[in-house]
């Protein structure tokens, strides 16, 4: 395979995004271009003269104004990630598939050395020195670096495939963590800069304003707007399963009025029929509505149930549901006391229904915050069925 078979691809009547990482993939190999780990392929390439490549980085402008640098984990930027380190600036490094949250914060140990920084910058170092940072840390990013298969000289980006780069950019935008002025930059092998058909580009594609080579240093000048949020249309509820961050992301801005209708629901008004077929598959996945629990005295309900008080009146169990998967509290079984304000929720086990209660504080429904409570920890003399007959008062209980 030659350059040439590059130049091919990129002209080539009905080439898709894969095609293209195909080819990268391909020709990297072919030529003994990648660095461990490999093969390459499906991995956002290790190349040989990454390190010489990424020493550009801290010359650019935009690296020696910014104060906070998010660098994503993979091996080819390991040096970005030292000359952040080593210029006592802020390190934020993604979660690897964001399945524990959006960043973490490297904090190398008092008086490290270079070495010290250098390990604190690989994937090791990354696990071993970093602090989890928060939804509510009112992080501002100042400057992104994310990896590529392949980047054209106008700034248009093609990733693995698995789209954590862009959702992650779009997590950032929602939570204010940074701007369409934000500079993105990216660090390639010559090789992966090539022509990219504007056709292949969606609008949740993330677009860079630097590439950063072993030979050259590429001011795009990309004017084509990058992703102004999450796009939840894209986003399905098999993802929001592993993306706990995503789920929260999504429940703030459902509170706040946003369309959030995700990949595959029903949209409002396709019918009454649909709706309530809809409502029949919710108890027939949750179980019926049934006494069990709810109605013993409190000595006799479970540790893994949890009670949720205080519903506006005209909740509809869906409604309830919803809300629970939001927060990522979905139980094994609900009991619904809808006309009473109230349901009780069965978890697996004591330790899920902790964790449930801690992530339902604070919900809402309407105008209304709920209480949310172990049900075993409400007085003995107060029966649970009792419970569920009024709303709750809210309060918040010691777990």
Not at 101 to 115: E, H, M, S, V
Not at 308 to 332: M, W
């Amino acid at each position: 395979m030659s350059r040439g078979d590059l130049v091919a691809i990129e002209s080539r009547a009905g080439v898709s995004k894969q095609d293209i990482r195909e080819q990268i993939w391909d020709y990297m190999e072919a030529r003994n271009l990648a660095d461990f780990p490999r093969p390459v392929h499906h991995r956002i390439p290790n190349f040989k003269g990454a390190s010489c490549a990424a020493e550009h980085f801290p010359r650019l402008p935009a690296f020696k104004v910014a104060r906070t640098i998010k660098v994503n984990p993979d091996a080819p930027q390991k040096n970005a990630r030292f000359f952040v380190l080593d210029s006592k600036k802020t390190l934020l490094v993604p979660t690897p598939r964001l399945r524990t949250g959006l960043f973490n914060r490297i904090t190398p140990p008092p008086g490290a050395t270079k070495d010290i920084l250098r390990k604190c910058a690989t994937s090791q170092g990354v696990r071993n020195y970093s602090v989890p940072v928060g939804l509510d840390a009112r992080v501002l990013v100042d400057l992104v670096v994310v990896g590529s298969v392949a980047v054209s000289e106008k700034g248009w980006r093609i990733g693995k495939g698995e789209g954590y780069a862009d959702l992650e950019y779009a997590m950032m935008v929602s939570m204010g963590a940074v701007s369409q002025g934000t500079p993105v930059v990216t660090i390639v092998h010559d090789c992966q800069v090539i022509d990219i058909p504007e056709a292949l580009l969606e609008d949740h594609d993330l677009t860079v304003d630097y590439i950063l080579t072993p030979t050259r240093v590429i001011a795009t000048g990309c004017e084509r707007p990058k992703p102004t949020g999450i796009v939840w249309s894209k986003i399905s509820r098999e993802m929001m399963e592993k993306i706990p961050i995503l789920r929260s992301l999504h429940y703030r801005e459902k509170q706040a009025g946003k369309r959030v209708t995700l990949q595959g629901d029903q949209h409002p008004g396709e019918g009454r029929s649909q709706h309530t077929a809809a409502r029949s598959a919710v108890r027939r996945a949750w179980g019926p509505p049934e006494p069990e629990s709810c109605s013993l005295q409190v000595q006799d309900v479970p540790s893994s149930t949890v009670y949720v008080g205080n519903l506006p009146q005209a909740t509809r169990v869906s409604e309830l549901k919803s809300a629970l998967r939001e927060r990522g509290a979905a139980p094994l079984r609900l009991t619904w006391r809808g006309p009473q304000h109230g349901a009780c929720l069965h978890y697996q086990d004591p330790a899920s229904a902790r964790r449930a209660l801690s992530c339902l504080q604070g919900l809402h429904l309407g105008a209304n915050t709920l209480s949310v409570v172990l049900a075993r920890q409400q007085r003995v003399s107060d029966p649970v069925s009792s419970l569920a007959g009024k709303p709750h008062p809210d309060h918040d209980p010691t777990i």
